[in-house]
């Protein structure tokens, strides 16, 4: 084998929570998050947006409780949610105990704006010990704990990971070791140098986010590069994209981060030409209209789109499904071979009758 220097993921040893069903750490399989954007207090909305990011692969989901009516409706969303749910807590260390009683699978805290939660800790950890709910200390750039935005004058990676190991430290006085962290920040250069340092002092399960990535090109960059450096250097234990734009778009970016890495097998992959002077058919919308009809595919599968004769039989050999097209015809591959040639304007309805026939010979 030929050494490309490329980093392969050599999981950092990390002690392992269980976030309901939901391994989260311990060599367990990166796991996918997202938060949703309803008032949480909207039970049935909430609940509507919980169904449809399960629906699109989401295995955990947090929901904010700003406030006693959001508090209140805890207990129905835990019992009634299909994956586990986080409760978000800011502000007022009370709803962790509702939280807590509610039967979330966890709880997520923000040292930076608890008020009083240094004093508040003995009694979280034995509620939350007694429960076996594990809490995430969340530190994030923007609402750093004001004390060590003095003293490191802004929100560096030394101060991100300071205040995370102060507050993990005021839980471990009182025994309380199930505990997972994240250190957020915008920039990812600094949330990868943050995640990094905090890797090399804890064993504690890491929770990988860029907080206030931005719309969904933008966040989808940077949660990329930033994810995917330190998976690759097995940093990381769960992800959430965070992106101006539906949850389910998080859930489908962070599942494509995962794919790409090879941290999880792909189902649908569409290999398709950038298109260029030679192309003899409109490779976008052809490449658009596979994907849109192969959404959802149940298997691993992977289909080439090509745009003419150069590159186009050799990618569409080496894929489970393809076509090369050329002269207005495409020909179709299926396991390799050319198995027919239709006319452009029915390429997209054969590759999915293609498709789906191979679905069929699936085992079950
Ligand atoms: S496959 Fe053909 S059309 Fe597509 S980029 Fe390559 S040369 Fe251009």
Redesign the pocket.
Known sequence: MIELGMPTRRPRVSRQVMVGGVPVGGGAPVSVQSMTTTPTHDVNATLQQIAELTASGCQIVRVAVPTQDDADALPEIARKSQIPVIADIHFQPRYVFAAIDAGCAAVRVNPGNIRKFDDKVGEIARAAGDAGVPIRIGVNAGSLDPRLLEKHGKATPEALVESALWECSLFEEHGFRDIKISVKHHDPVVMIAAYRRLAARCDYPLHLGVTEAGPLMQGTVKSAVAFGVLLAEGVGDTIRVSLSAPPVEEVKVGIGILESLGLRQRKLEIVS????G??QVD?YRLAEEVSAGLEGFPFPLRVAV???V???PGEAREADLGVASGNGKGQIFVKGKVIKTVPESRIVETLIEEALRLAEEQPQ
Do not use: I
């Open positions: 030409c950038p298109s260029c030679r192309a490779v090509m745009g003419c150069v590159n186009g």
